[in-house]
């Protein structure tokens, strides 16, 4: 005998609840119009350097700033290129490129021994780590030019180096300090039972799983070096030891600015940073986000 009919059998959204539809939410429009809204934000300054760099000297005066140029021109980026940008551009990656691998090995280890050892030195230097975040970078450029001096390395790679360095540690330890924290306990248990010493778990256990960590504190740590301006204009004065966020001066003349040329100087200069980005765009949220879920 069939079953009797109820009246809520008839109802839609049962019908659909027993396919397993469930109830059908509104779209947000709201938060769809402010992404697109927040979208056209960061294009649009983004849009106008690339057509300005295509534009000559008095194409980018004439016309709408925004629209593309007529005559497109690889003029500038010629200009740019035979101006020294090569040797401009290995001192950054040269700076860059040292700087984040001493800084990840160096915050790797920390992290680990904040994260893993005991007793009252492992939470006094987590803490002097956290203080380190405080002090504003701006406070220490006296004296941190004294110490420079002092130590003979004014005007040199180095004195970039182990500024950017310094500076890079604190959050680097913080980001890296969270991930390693979401590493099951029972991990590092099971291959002390098989005889594994610190060393031997940093390298075959943390270092394996903290990979997208590691991206993230890479990618963020080479953006603040690449992009450094203060070191370099206080703790450089030769112009071969010039950076490229220094280098954007050489197109500045005593009373006119090649627009174009420094606009093609500063896509050139994104280029690097944009393809790291790109390559390790999986890993940043996850490493960024690392044991603040809890």
Known sequence: MAAPT???????????????????????VGAGIGGFVWLAVIILPIYYVVISSLRSQTGFFDGNPLAPPDHISFEKYALVLQSGFGRYFLNS????????????AFSLMAA?????GE??????????????LAIPVHATIIPLYYMITRLHLYDSLLALILPSIGFAVPITVLILANFIRDIPRELFESMRIDGATDWGM??????????????TVGIYDALHVWN?????LILTQSADLRVL?????????EFTVDVPAVLAAVVLSTLPMLVAYV????????????????
């Open 6 to 28: 109820t009246i809520a059998d008839h109802r839609p959204h049962a019908r659909a609840s027993a396919r397993g539809g469930g109830v059908r939410r509104l779209p947000n």
């Open 228 to 232: 450094g301006f203060l070191f370099p």
């Open 93 to 104: 990656v040269v700076i860059t490129v040292v700087s984040v691998t001493v800084t990840v």
């Open 119 to 132: 007793g009252r030195l492992a939470r006094t230097s987590f803490s002097v780590f956290l203080l380190g």
């Open 279 to 294: 390559l390790g765009r999986r890993h940043l949220v996850r490493g960024l986000t690392a044991g603040f879920g809890k």
């Open 202 to 215: 940093l390298w075959r256990l943390v270092l394996p799983l903290a990979r997208p960590a590691l991206v």
């Open 245 to 253: 966020p220094m280098a954007l001066w050489a197109f500045q003349g």
């Open 112 to 116: 680990y021994g904040v994260v893993r």
